[in-house]
């Protein structure tokens, strides 16, 4: 099988697929040489250098078309393109979320309605710049944590912001396996983050009885309506 891997880093990705059999056409924004080793073919797009949104898609389409693949495989870098990414899912089967379960989820208000009534804490949030109290600024739809700041460190918001009130406490990321309204907990990680900033600096596994009854809990109240399939994550503060 072919299959035609799109993340911004598709290192690890590609390796996996390698190990299983796959033939891949790894797309990224670096083609390092273990991606380059791993991979079948490999292209290095302008598009994913950052996660912006407003992706040119031409160039992409040809490098798929020419490599022919069986299926596509979407990691990060069209968080905050949705537009690009219903177009791969328009264009080519794409294994993983549909683009309008990825629209919901993405949406900081729909989330928050959603999460309120399955009865699961989480924040408060904001549309608009809040006036007292302790926020965090977010992008809509990003992920990795280099575009949130404490509210007061980002004076001009872009357009797409939105403000989330600050939760003291870990971060963790909650790792999933999806299908058909049922899920697999595969493990919870403590989230680290680069010193001074928000920004994504790797994970380690959580070992906690508690920890892992929660995140059990909290699959059960959202999965089943989510439509979520394959590796998914949920972030969140113990």
């Known amino acids: 099988m072919r299959l035609a891997i799109l993340s911004h880093s ?4 590609t390796q996996m697929a390698q190990r299983e059999g796959f033939e891949v056409l790894a797309i990224d924004a670096f083609a390092d040489a273990d991606t380059q080793q791993a991979a079948k073919a490999i292209y290095q797009w302008p598009g994913l ?3 912006r949104g407003g992706h040119d898609m031409a160039s992409l389409f040809k490098s798929i078309d020419a490599f022919e693949p069986d299926a596509l495989l979407v ?3 069209f968080e905050a393109d949705q537009t690009a990414y219903g177009a791969l899912f328009a264009r080519y089967r794409v294994l993983g979320n549909t683009p309008d379960a990825v629209v919901r989820v ?3 208000q729909w989330l928050k309605a959603f ?3 399955q009865g699961v804490n989480s924040p408060d949030i904001a549309m608009q ?3 007292s109290g302790q926020w965090l600024v977010k992008q809509v739809g990003q992920c990795g944590g280099s ?3 404490h509210w007061q460190e980002a004076l001009d918001a872009a357009e797409s912001s939105y403000w989330q009130g600050l939760q003291p406490g870990q971060a963790v990321g909650i790792l999933f396996v999806a299908h ?5 907990l595969i493990g919870v990680h403590a989230l680290k983050q680069q010193a001074g900033s928000y920004t994504y600096a790797g994970a380690t596994v959580m070992h906690n009885n508690a920890l892992y009854a929660s995140a059990n809990r909290l699959l059960q109240a959202m999965v089943p309506e989510l439509g979520l399939v394959g590796v998914n994550s949920i972030d969140a503060i113990w």
């Open 115 to 117: 999460c309120d009534a």
């Open 10 to 13: 598709a290192r690890i990705y």
């Open 180 to 184: 058909a309204g049922t899920f697999t």
């Open 49 to 51: 250098y950052e996660q």
């Open 129 to 131: 710049r809040p006036q």
């Open 75 to 77: 990691g990060s870098g």
């Open 106 to 108: 993405k949406n900081p």
């Open 147 to 149: 575009h949130v700041y």
